[in-house]
Nanobody, 119 residues
Framework: QVQLVESGGGLVQPGGSLTLSCVAS????????WTWNRQAPGKQRESVGV???????EYRNTVKGRFTISRDSAKNIVYLQMNSLQPEDTAVYYC?????????????WGQGTQVTVSS
């Protein structure tokens, strides 16, 4: 059974940086693209970006140039380096593979990690 464990969140001032980690256990990690997603209070979960098997990445426009996704397939870890953080980046951040992991008919999400950007 796959488990996703996100960590590295916290409180940071605008303009600051954080690096999030996602450990994926029990998954054929290296054969899938992996994504970071976030959900702000009162909003739907949205995709932040994806890293494919070949290491190429794509990001939503609002984080391009500020966020970087990387992966360590030997350790089954996906990272999200976030720079120049802004209050609108405040959200709970989640990782998942593509296609999304499922628990029965429901999409499986880890517990996420809270990022709060505030002065």
């Amino acid at each position: 059974q796959v488990q996703l464990v996100e960590s590295g969140g916290g409180l940071v001032q605008p303009g600051g940086s954080l690096t999030l980690s996602c450990v994926a256990s029990g998954s054929a990690f290296s054969i899938y693209p992996w994504t970071w997603n976030r959900q702000a209070p009162g909003k739907q979960r949205e995709s932040v970006g994806v890293i494919r098997n070949d290491g190429t990445t794509e990001y939503r426009n609002t984080v391009k140039g500020r966020f970087t996704i990387s992966r360590d397939s030997a350790k089954n870890i996906v990272y999200l380096q976030m720079n120049s953080l802004q209050p609108e980046d405040t959200a709970v951040y989640y990782c998942n593979r593509l296609p999304f992991l499922r628990n029965g008919t429901e999409i499986y999400w880890g517990q996420g990690t809270q990022v709060t950007v505030s002065s």
